[in-house]
């Protein structure tokens, strides 16, 4: 029986966290409501403590959202947990997201404490937190270079406090797959309580591994994928949702499942791009420009046959309406007579040769060989040799 991976996301959060990026509550609520519909169950909406503007933005989407629980960030501070708390008041499922520092690095250089001070500021955070509502997620910042032992102590001791949810940050993007999966793993196999809450995986980009970190947590336990569309955050960025949702769907199908609805994916990179005014690079997987672009002949003769040669997503479920077949100078006979007959002109083979040496003079004087380019090869040399 497969089983649901819930998406948490937090583009309005971590992914505003990037330089230049900042949201007004106005522009927040146009990808709430947005990621409402596609189907995500948990949508951080902001630090409440960190801003007036934040607890507005946090306060005005927990009135929007119809559907998924409503999140809210803090630190392991009662102000910031009763802040959190009351910019929730009108979300229809709140959850307050709290935590701390759980690494060596972050308890010594960080707070200038010990493990057991540590331990119980977290406890005492999420029993305020729980006073206030019932859903809570405990996170143990930098939990990828805490050492498992600790980390599974300190995870344990949440649960009892009354974590619904424990969030094992690879905050620093330090992990390798498989030792974020033993992770997760370590803590299924060590933590009592552990199997009456979810567990969740929250991975940076730093040494480009956030989706495979993520989806490998999914197969040793996690049950919650914390991700941002077009895989943006702090420094390199983090999960990118549209990666995990793709990858479940296409090779993890049967197994797990998520609720979103993926021909929403193109769409929403876009609304998050303009928003915030960050290119997608052309080659980012799923929603880039490039992702069902063909320039190779040998490809796009490929695809033109059949579009699964090359291609193992349909472009149509991430809301991408067809493969593209661009033209330039490593261009076969094959794809110009594919553009040419969606122009409206059936080339014979010996049309195609005759065109074909022009095709390449114009490809190679340019990148790229448009329609009105082609066209005007076609009138020059085929329609003009008819006549």
């Known amino acids: 029986m497969s089983k649901k991976v819930h998406i948490f996301d937090t583009t309005l959060r971590d992914g505003e966290q990037v330089p230049g990026c900042k949201l007004v509550t106005k522009e927040k609520l146009i990808i709430a409501e947005q990621l409402d519909l596609m189907g995500v169950d948990v949508l951080e909406a902001g630090f409440p403590i960190s801003s007036p503007g934040d607890f507005k933005s946090v306060e005005e989407i927990s009135k929007l959202v119809k559907?998924?629980?409503?999140?809210?960030?803090?630190?392991?501070?009662?102000?910031?947990?009763?802040?959190?708390?009351?910019?929730?008041?009108?979300?229809?499922r709140p959850r307050i997201h709290t935590g701390i520092g759980t690494s060596d690095s972050h308890i010594r250089a960080k707070f200038n404490s010990t493990r057991e001070k540590i331990?119980?500021?977290?406890?005492?955070?999420?029993?305020?937190?729980k006073s206030f509502v019932e859903d809570v997620e405990f996170y143990a910042e930098d939990a990828g270079r805490t050492d498992n032992e600790y980390l599974a102590r300190i995870v344990e001791a949440a649960i009892k406090a009354g974590a619904t949810v424990v969030n094992i940050p690879d905050t620093t993007g330090y992990c390798?797959?498989?030792?974020?999966?033993?992770?997760?793993?370590?803590?299924?196999?060590?933590?009592?309580?552990?199997?009456?809450?979810?567990?969740?995986?929250?991975c940076h980009n730093d040494l480009g591994l956030a989706t495979a970190n993520s989806i490998a947590a999914?197969?040793?336990?996690?049950?919650?994928?914390?991700?941002?569309?077009?895989?943006?955050?702090?420094?390199?960025?983090?999960?990118?949702?549209?990666?995990?949702?793709?990858?479940?769907?296409?090779?993890?199908k049967g197994e797990f499942y998520t609720d979103i609805k993926t021909p929403?994916?193109?769409g929403m990179s876009e609304l998050v791009s303009t928003k915030m005014g960050v290119v997608v690079q052309a080659n980012k997987a799923i929603v880039g420009d490039n992702a069902f672009a063909h320039s190779s002949g040998i490809h796009q003769d490929g695809v033109i046959k059949s579009r699964e040669t090359y291609e193992i997503i349909n472009p149509k479920d991430v809301g991408v309406d067809f493969s593209s077949i661009v033209l330039t100078a490593?261009?076969?006979?094959?794809?110009?007579?594919?553009?040419a007959k969606h122009l409206g002109h059936n080339l014979s083979k010996v049309q195609l040769d005759l065109i074909y040496p022009h095709f390449l003079s114009?490809?190679?004087?340019?990148?790229?060989?448009?329609?009105?380019?082609?066209?005007?090869?076609i009138k020059t040399v085929v329609l003009a040799k008819a006549a």
Request: charged share 25%; proline share 1%; glycine share 6%.
């Open 264 to 266: 929403m994916l193109k």
């Open 119 to 129: 331990l119980e500021r977290a406890v005492a955070a999420v029993k305020y937190a």
């Open 176 to 202: 390798l797959p498989h030792e974020y999966g033993a992770k997760i793993q370590y803590l299924v196999e060590h933590v009592k309580g552990i199997h009456k809450v979810h567990i969740s995986a929250h």
């Open 330 to 339: 490593r261009s076969g006979r094959s794809a110009i007579a594919y553009r």
């Open 67 to 92: 559907n998924a629980t409503v999140c809210g960030l803090s630190r392991a501070v009662k102000k910031d947990i009763k802040c959190a708390a009351e910019a929730l008041t009108y979300a229809k």
């Open 218 to 252: 999914v197969e040793h336990g996690a049950t919650q994928v914390e991700c941002t569309l077009n895989g943006i955050g702090e420094r390199a960025g983090n999960t990118s949702l549209e990666e995990v949702v793709m990858i479940i769907n296409h090779r993890k």
């Open 362 to 377: 114009v490809a190679d004087s340019k990148k790229e060989v448009n329609n009105e380019d082609l066209l005007k090869i």
